[in-house]
């Protein structure tokens, strides 16, 4: 459990703001169209995807987790001694019998592509077959087209009250209500202080490009589109994203980027090995040779900024990766 967070905790139970009335089973979540019901506290769930993971870390809920999937960076230090208690059924994705077969009272899923209509997992009807609840991250599905585009299409800008919505219902079908509210309490707070670390600054001409990978150095790279989670991180800060799609992640031209010129480059750092570009040292070696990508001029004032891939996600990393971005505009230099 967080630091921070087991201590915002405490002062909310002592001071009675967190207390919350017991979950009446059963309990019927509405969930991205489909209602999912839980005749009690679920003793055995699987993760298809980090974010889910490690906000049910954070809850504290370790220990009801038998299986883990979809991992972009390596766990959070603070959740090292409850994930190495938990099978990782797979680095990417998941089998199906690979979930049932951990007999799950819970599939919590972040990305509809995995757990959906055309899910490389399974459908959530494949699974209600079994009567196992799946609960999709509404972060995924709320304002979103995952019919469209290799990520989806964002219909509606992400909001991050998504994020506060899946940890409070999480919290609700574990019957752990009061963590929900310490932990939205303790990721408020982060928000804030990102936004107040630039307050009053003018940021009317600062720019950003998020580069997430590449299924080759040679080939389009996968950046932020509009109205996505990254967007978010950076229309929070004031900051303007230099792509116009709408796409999660479009491919987009170098030369293109290269004569919008952000003022900020944001590269994901992952530990998973997909692509090539996966490895952030090969973004750095690649932005710093191209005849292109090294004429910008984030790459010649080293305006670089290295975040985790899952801080560019819907969880409790991009909190984080909001305060450290921040940071780096606040003061003009990169994180070393």
């Known amino acids: 459990m967080l630091p921070r967070f087991a201590t915002l905790l405490a002062g909310l139970s002592l001071t009675g703001l967190a207390q919350a009335a017991a979950t009446q089973y059963p309990l019927t979540v509405e969930n991205c169209g489909l209602p999912q019901t839980f005749a009690q506290a679920p003793e055995r769930a699987v993760t298809i995807g980090q974010a889910g993971t490690e906000m049910l870390y954070a809850l504290g809920l370790g220990d009801k987790l038998v299986g883990t999937s979809l991992w972009f960076n390596n766990v959070l230090p603070e959740f090292q001694a409850q994930n190495d208690k938990v099978e990782r059924l797979a680095d990417n994705d998941p089998s199906f019998e690979a979930v049932v077969g951990k007999r799950p009272q819970l ?7 995995m757990v959906g209509p055309q899910g490389s997992v399974g459908t959530r009807e494949q699974f209600s077959e079994l009567k196992i609840p799946t ?3 509404p972060s995924d599905c709320e304002g979103k087209d995952n019919l469209v585009g290799a990520d989806g299409t964002r219909l509606q800008p992400f909001k991050v009250d ?8 999480l919290a609700t079908i ?3 209500q009061d963590r929900g509210v310490a932990l939205n309490a303790d990721l408020q707070a982060r928000l804030d202080k990102a936004k107040r670390q630039l307050a009053g600054k003018d940021l009317s001409g600062t720019s950003a490009l998020f580069w997430f990978s590449s299924a080759d150095l040679a080939t389009d790279p996968y950046v932020a589109g509009r109205q996505g989670v990254a967007d978010f991180m950076l229309q929070t800060l004031g900051v303007r994203n230099v792509v116009e799609s709408h796409e999660e ?3 987009v031209g170098w030369e293109t980027l290269a004569k919008a010129n952000p003022t900020w480059l944001i590269i994901a750092r992952m530990d998973r090995r997909r692509f090539p570009a996966d490895d952030y040292r090969k973004k750095l070696e690649f932005l ?3 005849p292109v990508a090294r ?3 984030a790459v010649k004032n080293n305006r670089i900024v290295i975040l985790d891939a899952d801080a560019m996600q819907a969880g409790i ?11 780096a505009i606040a003061t003009g230099k990169a994180p070393e």
């Open 162 to 169: 998504s994020i506060y919505k899946s940890i409070s219902q």
């Open 317 to 327: 990393r991009l909190f984080r990766g909001l305060e450290t971005l921040s940071t």
């Open 295 to 297: 004429n910008m001029d």
């Open 135 to 137: 609960y999709l991250l």
């Open 288 to 290: 710093r040779n191209d």
């Open 107 to 113: 599939v919590a899923v972040q990305f509809e592509w």
């Open 249 to 251: 992640w479009p491919t």
């Open 174 to 176: 574990f019957d752990v």
